[in-house]
């Protein structure tokens, strides 16, 4: 069985101002197995938050199914952790605090709060700043807490949508290895969003490549080269080629449909 279902998704939205329907996903479906870290890799605008929005349960499909460990997915639940792109963290509140904010929400005391937020923390790096507030963190500092806040509530999914891109690139670099780190210490199953070949690459086992609005998989595809993967070396280069003439092809069709 699939740690994620997704069957035959259609997402519709209504634009009321210009009074038309805009379809951003059309038809999708896909298999994510447990402990599989897929990277959704599509064009601006076809539709890769839309999906990863439907998976976390903050959107409805217009029609077809989202299962997550085979139960229908039909509002947010802490099965599903999620972080985005900028880490909405709260200002008032420390790291630490940050962290725990969802144990806060759950009765949960102050002295298991902390033990359980440090583990955490610990985990992404950033043993030290616990009493720090977010204005006094660096864009990737801020981020690694996100994920903390994500990881803190043991989801069996996270979802991630481009939540490095606002990042330099030293900093993604070194991201993109603690993530892949953090994944195969706790097993968890990722679905992470991203515009760029390279990351997908660099962090998928499975990449799935989507077409231009309205959103479709065009391709879907098991990527096991061993890791720490080497950006410059000849299967890293063969699988972009590869990604980049399905993402170019995809490109002129539309071309071509105008
Ligand atoms: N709430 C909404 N109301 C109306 N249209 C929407 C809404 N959310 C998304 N759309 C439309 O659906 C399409 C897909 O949007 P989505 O944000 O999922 O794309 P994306 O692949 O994540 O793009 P990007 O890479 O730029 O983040 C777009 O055409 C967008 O305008
Ligand atoms: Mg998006």
């Not at 409805?60 to 639940?77: C, D, H, N, Q, Y």
């Amino acid at each position: 069985m699939a740690e994620i279902a997704i069957r035959s998704i259609v997402k519709t939205f209504t634009d009321r101002t210009r009074g038309r329907e805009i379809t951003a996903l059309d038809t999708v479906s896909l298999n994510i197995g447990d402990h599989d870290f897929v990277c959704l890799l599509g064009p601006s605008g076809c539709g890769k938050s839309t999906l990863l929005n439907m998976i976390a349960g903050f959107e409805a499909p217009s029609s077809g199914r989202i299962e997550v460990g085979g139960t229908l997915v039909e509002k947010p639940g802490a099965d599903r952790g999620v972080v985005f792109q900028q880490p909405t963290l709260m200002p008032w509140l420390t790291v630490a605090d940050n962290v725990a904010f969802h144990l806060k929400l759950k009765g949960v005391g102050r002295t298991e709060r902390r033990a359980r937020a440090q583990h955490f923390i610990d985990l992404v790096g950033l043993t030290g700043f616990e009493g720090h507030y977010p204005s006094e963190l660096s864009g990737g500092m801020n981020q690694r807490v996100g994920i903390a806040r994500a990881l803190l509530m043991n989801p069996r999914v996270i979802l991630m949508d481009e939540p490095f891109a606002a990042l330099d690139a030293q900093t993604k670099l070194e991201m993109q290895e603690e993530l892949v780190a953090i994944w195969q210490r706790i097993r968890c199953t990722i679905v992470f969003v991203t515009h760029s070949v390279d990351e997908a690459l660099v962090l998928g086992n499975r990449i799935a490549v989507m077409t231009r609005r309205p959103g479709r998989i065009r391709d879907y595809f098991d990527f096991d080269m061993p890791r720490p993967r080497d950006i410059t070396s000849p299967a890293f280069n063969d699988a972009k080629r590869r990604v980049l003439a399905l993402i170019r092809e995809e490109a002129g069709s539309s071309r071509k449909a105008a």
